[in-house]
């Protein structure tokens, strides 16, 4: 049995790396979106472009544009004399934002009244202006206190003292990474298992298949394997470019790490067993794919919280193998767990492997009757 | 270009089409699913966040900062006794940050001294800590003002900020992403289905057939162009229909410029299938090479959800070559800003080179031959 399991891994490993063009849409594109995906899925805003309309000619609206040009967050792109420049510069995106400040600021503050500025956000992307209208709010509060502190403006009742844990300076790059582990594994796996009974169907190669003296079961374990081998190393390999290119710390057990790469592994395999049987051609096989894969990319908490999905919705993630890989991933990457405290995400990945691949095995059968 | 042969090539095309349903799949079904999934599924604003709240000796001051919190309708507070408590349940993501009162606040705050309010927030996800941050932040100053007004004083800080949030001004992020969703349904239906489709005559030895019958080269290219662009149309106008009617995501510009940019658009998506499916003869390497050059990238690096200007130079540098990249700028001005001609006349002309480019590299490429 294991001798014709073995064979049949050797013929899919040839069928799979045989060919010059599909040996490198495997290993290739990977290691291309890896990079550029590393660097460029980044929410973090810096040389936010801001555009300044400064109607007042006191000294105190200049030292509030310097503690502007003074942070690497923002760049300063324009200067807008007018509404309809301010305008224009808004719409043409030339600028995120527009710092207004009214003619009365210097004689405001020095009579110890406080001196509106107003700011105009370009509201298209929501998530920058939210982010960039942050940022204003914290260079603001540094002008207030040091100018409350010359000018005797009096304490502020109370401070805010904010800390962040597990990533103190909130660099997004490390929540993202560590996702793209999970994405890109996710991807090659199903591209390897989806298409190859379907590619079989359809080059008719299936039939000689079945009159060899594999069973069902060998077929498919046999089938299996090669994803096994390609994600797991494709994984590994990601996981260290992560650490030693991207620079995002592993302070959790490896051990754990390990653990959830093979239990994820074996639930995507799972799935893209089931796909590949039900499917007759390969179009029919790769939209199967993808119509799983975007779904599961997107409610897995890759780039956006689940938290903030509607509930049914998130109840609807639980079915998703992505969604508890990538708990693990930036458990151990970054807060340092062990196999301990993420039992709870091993059982359910276990649990979608056990179901998907006995769908898939019975639909084997069933296909072939 | 005879024209018969041509209609005949387009109804072979629309016969396949109708005969494997999975095409119609591509164009129709995936945009639904699609805007289901983002229009409900994806958000970047978070409400009800779980937040522990510690207060070491509670007092009138105290309870109306965290009556502020309760209030918001960012937070949902869990009350601990100790830090070491609510430290715990962070490190068990029972809560994504922790406001702690220490015992001296109250006092500090009489005295009226700056009293320190510590705050830990879990920067694992750092967008959406930063966004808590920024809710906390509201809810502070609220808190500040409210006393001040109780106190029957003003809040004497020097700057009053207003912000004023053009185009959203609630922030939505519904409203942004939803129209960027359409350049990533049609840089699918566009390049996904041609690259297949292509690929699929070469492999089933059926592209012989047809270079044996009388049909020139550019014939073959139109009459899988023509179809796919239909289909390609008919599923973008679908998508807008889904996105203003139950998304109700406002469509301030002309509909009409709208379509004239996403036949644009199209085209460039088409080429784009159709020089991969040229180059890749198998579907199993078409489809990889479609997801991977056309449709990641659509989804990462065209601002859809990540804001290009956010990213490092050399990749913002690299974005200047998917073409997804100008029609989601083009979309979300459409969509919130309007007709903003100065923006869609860079962009058009982008995008109309770059489905120059594609069309005319694969139509150069083509030629009537077997290797």
């Known amino acids: ?369 | 270009m005879n024209r018969q042969r041509l209609a005949g090539l387009i109804r072979k095309e629309f016969l396949q089409i109708r005969r494997d349903p999975s095409a119609i799949a591509i164009a129709f079904l995936l945009p639904v699913v699609l805007l289901f999934l983002f229009g409900y599924g994806v958000s970047l604003n978070a409400e009800h966040v779980p937040i522990g709240v510690v207060v070491a000796q509670p007092s009138p001051q105290s309870s109306s900062l965290v009556a502020g919190l309760q209030q918001s309708r960012y937070f949902q507070p869990r009350f601990y006794t100790s830090i070491q408590e609510a430290r715990k349940a962070m490190m068990q993501r029972q809560v994504d940050g922790i406001l702690w009162l220490r015992g001296p606040f109250t006092r500090t705050l009489l005295r009226g001294d700056t009293a320190q309010v510590g705050v830990f927030v879990n920067g694992v996800d750092a967008n959406n800590a930063r966004l808590v941050e920024g809710y906390l932040q509201g809810v502070w100053q609220n808190w500040l003002e409210q006393r001040a007004n109780a106190s029957g004083t003003r809040l004497l800080v020097p700057i009053q900020a207003e912000a004023r949030i053009w185009f959203n001004p609630s922030l939505r992020s519904r409203d942004y992403l939803v129209p960027g969703l359409i350049a990533v349904i049609m840089t699918l239906i566009g390049a996904l289905l041609t690259a297949l489709v292509v690929a699929r005559e070469w492999e089933r030895g059926t592209m012989e057939a047809l270079m044996a019958s009388p049909v020139s080269m550019g014939e073959i290219l139109l009459g899988k162009l023509i179809p796919y662009f239909l289909l390609g149309m008919g599923g973008m106008l679908f998508s807008v229909a889904l996105a203003i009617g139950l998304f109700a995501v406002p469509l301030r510009g002309n509909f009409f410029v709208l379509l004239f940019f996403s036949a644009l658009f199209l085209l460039a998506a088409l080429g784009m299938g159709l020089l991969i499916s040229s180059v890749a003869r198998n579907q199993f390497v078409a489809g990889q090479v479609a997801i991977i050059v056309t449709f990641l990238p659509a989804f990462i690096l065209s601002g859809f959800i990540f804001d290009i200007q956010s990213m490092p130079a050399p990749i913002a540098f690299m974005t200047h070559i998917i073409p997804a990249r100008y029609f989601v700028t083009i979309l979300q001005t459409i969509f919130l800003a309007g007709d903003i001609w100065p923006l869609f006349l860079g962009n058009g002309l982008a995008l109309l080179l770059m489905a120059l480019f594609f069309l005319g590299l694969t139509w150069k490429r083509s030629r009537k031959r077997l290797d």
Do not use: C
């Open chain 1, 1 to 369: 049995m294991f001798a014709r399991i073995l064979a049949l891994v050797i013929k899919e490993f040839l069928a799979l790396l045989r060919d010059k063009s599909s040996r490198a849409v495997l290993i290739g594109p990977p290691l291309i979106q890896l990079l550029v995906f590393g660097y460029g899925a980044t929410f973090d805003l810096n040389h936010i472009p801001y555009a300044v309309y400064n109607q007042d000619s006191g000294f105190a609206s200049r030292e509030l544009l310097g503690h502007f040009q003074g942070t690497s967050a923002f760049h300063q792109t324009a200067i807008v004399h007018n509404e309809k420049q301010l305008a224009t510069v808004i719409n043409t995106q030339k600028a995120l934002l527009v710092l207004h400040i009214g003619p009365q600021f210097t004689r405001d503050l020095l009579q110890h009244q406080p001196a509106p500025v107003q700011i105009i956000v370009d509201g298209r992307n929501s998530n920058t202006a939210t982010l960039a209208l942050n940022d204003v709010n914290s260079v603001l509060l540094a002008f207030d206190r040091s100018w409350a502190d010359r000018y005797h403006w009096g304490n502020p009742p109370a401070q805010l003292d904010i800390r962040a844990w597990f990533n103190p300076n909130l660099l997004s790059r490390w929540f993202i990474v560590p996702g793209i582990v999970a994405l890109l594994t996710l991807v090659v796996t199903l591209l390897v298992t989806g298409l190859s009974v379907a590619r079989e169907r359809e080059q008719g190669t299936f039939d000689q298949l079945l009159v060899t003296p594999l069973t069902p079961t060998e077929i498919l374990i046999g089938k299996a394997i090669p994803g096994f081998v390609i994600g797991g190393l494709e994984a590994a390999f990601i996981a260290l470019v992560a650490v030693f290119w991207f620079g995002v710390p592993l302070i959790g057990s490896l051990l754990a790490l390990g653990l959830g790469l093979m239990l994820f592994l074996f639930a995507a395999i799972g799935i893209g067993l089931m796909i590949s049987s039900l499917a007759v051609t390969q179009q029919q096989g790769l939209l199967g794919v993808f119509l799983f894969l975007v779904p599961a990319i997107i409610l897995s908490g890759f780039a956006t919280p689940i938290a903030n999905m509607p509930s049914l919705v998130q109840d609807l993630t639980y079915l998703n193998p992505m969604r508890y890989f990538l708990v693990i991933l930036r458990g151990v990457f970054l807060e340092g767990d062990s196999l301990g405290n993420l039992w709870t995400q091993y059982w359910p990945l276990a649990i979608i492997g056990l179901a998907s691949m006995l769908a898939a095995s019975w639909l084997f059968r069933h296909r072939l009757a």
